[in-house]
């Protein structure tokens, strides 16, 4: 595939507006106005192109305005007017290179899983103690991002640390294109650090994995009733205390894939029905979005497969205030910042790169 050109990313943004002309049409339509499933599908793609849109406009406009100036030197005997021509021509050159760029990237499909809801699973690493308080920091930086984001997080299960922490914590992230963002913290967070147990002031290295999984719905796994094992047991707190006397937390176990699924948060056995279907569900269609994960990890450093647990992706130094992320070889000493969830920069350079990527898979 070659580059596209100015004049195929005209032609392509001109079928773009025709379409988002044509959706706004349809949407002004009475039968479709008083059909809500099909108004808000309509909504939704055309607000999905509207930055399209602002963008085509842009573009058309530095076009026009490059024949404007062009017009002038060609025509115009003032000297004065054409030495001003000039000058716009190089500016208007230029911000029509950096307007082709920003589109070429546009232009690559968004990945459909992008705009869905995510489960988050930390589980401590090697580092024993450590790295259960570290998958704790964790766990903190990733509600405090969430709660920037005004996204909404439910916990699913949880199994805390002996010295605090936790070695195992799942949840879920319900928002708007939360799996776009939150994709790129798949893989291990190591910790460097001297723990608070440690006496000699020695710095210790722990680890924490990070599995990060578009949540899956009923539209992509069909889950059936007769395939699940469903068990319920009381829920129990720290140090083995029974959080209530009744059989609220629910244990499913697949039996086609073995799959097993707890989910203790609720006092409702109900609702801890609901959101351990919810992550069967996802564990389930784990199994066949990794074999797309492990397709496109292979050409790109910014993700890692869910398979690959052992994938090395970002350092914590505490001693330093540093954190690297290895991907992109991106270094930063604002340590405190981000693990109070100010993750937003790196994740936004990760954005760029698979970007980039992206980019030349197209162009390959």
Known sequence: ???????????KLEDIYKRWKAIEDEMNQPEVMSDMKRYIKLNKDYKDLQPMINAYHKYKNILDNIDSARDILKNEKDDEFRDLAKEELIDLTRDRGAMEE???IMLIPADPQDGKNSIVEIRAGAGGDEASIFAGDLYRMYLKYCENKKWKVEPVSETEGTAGGFKEVIFNVIGNDVYGRLKYESGVHRVQRVPKTETQGRVHTSAASVVV??????FDVEVKQEDIRRDTYCSSGPGGQSVNTTYSAVRLTHVPTG????????????KNYEK???VLRTRIYEMEYKKYLDDISSKRKTMVSTGDRSAKIRTY??????VTDHRINLTMYNLQNIINGD???VIDKLQIAENAERL???LS
């Open 1 to 11: 595939m070659h580059a596209i050109k100015g004049a195929d990313m005209l032609e």
């Open 102 to 104: 920003k589109i070429r």
């Open 213 to 218: 999984l578009p949540e899956a719905d009923e």
């Open 259 to 270: 799959i097993v699924v707890t989910c203790q948060d609720q006092k409702s056995q109900i």
């Open 276 to 278: 351990a279907l919810t």
């Open 317 to 322: 130094n505490w001693p330093q205030g540093r």
């Open 343 to 345: 993750i937003d920069e």
């Open 360 to 362: 030349k898979e197209e």
